[in-house]
Each structure stands twice: as structure tokens, then as C-alpha cells.
Antibody, heavy 114, light 103 residues
Framework: QVQLQESGPGLVKPSQTLSLTCTVS??????????WSWIRQPPGKGLEWIGY???????YYNPSLKSRVTISVDTSKNQFSLKLSSVTAADTAVYYC??????WGQGTMVTVSS | SYELTQPLSVSVALGQTARITCGGN??????VHWYQQKPGQAPVLVIY???NRPSGIPERFSGSNSGNTATLTISRAQAGDEADYYC??????FGGGTKLTVL
């Protein structure tokens, strides 16, 4: 079955760019009419949608984060990625990748701190 | 901007029925998904497109959506159902989450 796995640095300095990758296994990122999402959850708080991308490259972002977010897809590696620029402590969260609305990765904690 | 409103907490006696609501303007015209999240774990889809249950989710979980309210119903609540529950529309916007306590 399809599985997703997030990877990337667990610590990012303020004002720098957070970069995460989600690797899809058990299925092709290019197959089906799926989109691929990033979602985050600050400690002790609720879920916040960041954005999603279709394998074709079309993207849709949360308006509140749009100016700082870039989501891209690499079909050759069966991966999609998140870049969040100019991070602050408020960006500290568990970051999840997800297929459409159904399959989630296990999440990865990212702390923004000097 | 569109908002989804969930109660912060819901309590249910063991074996009874819990109902968790998700309010939004004309939410009945939108597809609603529901997720269960236990501490330290990723969310799990329990209901999709208002009332559909993914494979592996017990029949005790059901959903409805009409007017300005979508509802997740958990019948014969078990201790293992204790979790946070989130609604979502447009595959993007989330409600604030509801903590379900089984007494």
C-alpha cells in the first residue's frame, strides 16, 4: 500500500528556509488524479493546511502562508517537497505530508531556534 | 473568510453515542472529511465526503452533513475512541478540533 515519509532537518535557524521532502512508496506520485499536501501542527495546537500540488505541477497554497511557501514535485524520485522561507518560532511544528485527503506520513518535528 | 467551528470538547459515557459537530456557512454543500488523532500520532481518516467510511474503520463511525452543520457520530463509544477529532472542507481548511473523552 502507499506510504509517505517526511525527511529534513529537525532544527532551523530563524530567518532561514525550512526544507522538507516527502517520499512516496508503494505507488507512483504520477498515477491517478491525486494531489499531494503539506500540513502542520504546532505543539499542542490544531492542524493547519499549508498547500498542495498535483503531479502536473499545479499548486494551491494557504493564503496566510502563500508569500513564503513553495511546493514542488520530482516525479523521477517519487517525491514532493516543501520550502518555507523566513521562518520564525511560530513555524515550529510537526509537519505532515499527505496524499489527497486519505494517506498521511508519520510527521516530522521542526523546531525554529537559534 | 470561511470558518469551521467545532466544540473544544465532548464527553461520552462508555458504550453510549458521541456526536461531534462541525459548523460552517452552508457546509452542507461542501464535502467534509473527518480525522481522528491520538497523542503522538498522525491523523487518521475516519469519514470522507460527508458519510463514507474508509476500509478498516468500524461501522460505529458515521457522518452526516446538512445545512450549516456536519456531524461525526460514534456509536457504542469505546475507551480507544478517546482522541482529538478534526473536520476538514475543500481538502484544505480544518476545524479547530474536538477532544473526545470517554467516561
Amino acid at each position: 500500500q502507499v506510504q509517505l515519509q517526511e525527511s529534513g532537518p529537525g532544527l532551523v535557524k530563524p530567518s532561514q528556509t525550512l526544507s522538507l521532502t516527502c517520499t512516496v512508496s508503494g505507488g507512483s506520485i504520477s498515477s491517478g488524479d491525486y494531489y499531494w499536501s503539506w500540513i502542520r501542527q504546532p505543539p499542542g495546537k490544531g492542524l493547519e493546511w499549508i498547500g498542495y500540488i498535483y503531479y502536473s505541477g499545479s499548486t494551491y497554497y494557504n493564503p496566510s502562508l502563500k508569500s513564503r511557501v513553495t511546493i514542488s514535485v520530482d516525479t523521477s524520485k517519487n517525491q514532493f517537497s516543501l520550502k518555507l522561507s523566513s521562518v520564525t518560532a511560530a513555524d515550529t511544528a510537526v509537519y505532515y505530508c499527505r496524499r489527497a485527503f486519505d494517506i498521511w506520513g508519520q510527521g516530522t518535528m521542526v523546531t525554529v531556534s537559534s | 473568510s470561511y470558518e469551521l467551528t467545532q466544540p473544544l470538547s465532548v464527553s461520552v459515557a462508555l458504550g453510549q453515542t458521541a456526536r461531534i459537530t462541525c459548523g460552517g456557512n452552508n457546509i452542507g454543500s461542501k464535502n467534509v472529511h473527518w480525522y481522528q488523532q491520538k497523542p503522538g500520532q498522525a491523523p487518521v481518516l475516519v469519514i470522507y465526503r460527508d458519510s463514507n467510511r474508509p476500509s478498516g474503520i468500524p461501522e460505529r463511525f458515521s457522518g452526516s452533513n446538512s445545512g450549516n452543520t456536519a456531524t461525526l457520530t460514534i456509536s457504542r463509544a469505546q475507551a480507544g475512541d478517546e482522541a482529538d477529532y478534526y473536520c476538514q472542507v475543500w481538502d484544505s481548511l480544518f476545524g479547530g478540533g474536538t477532544k473526545l473523552t470517554v467516561l
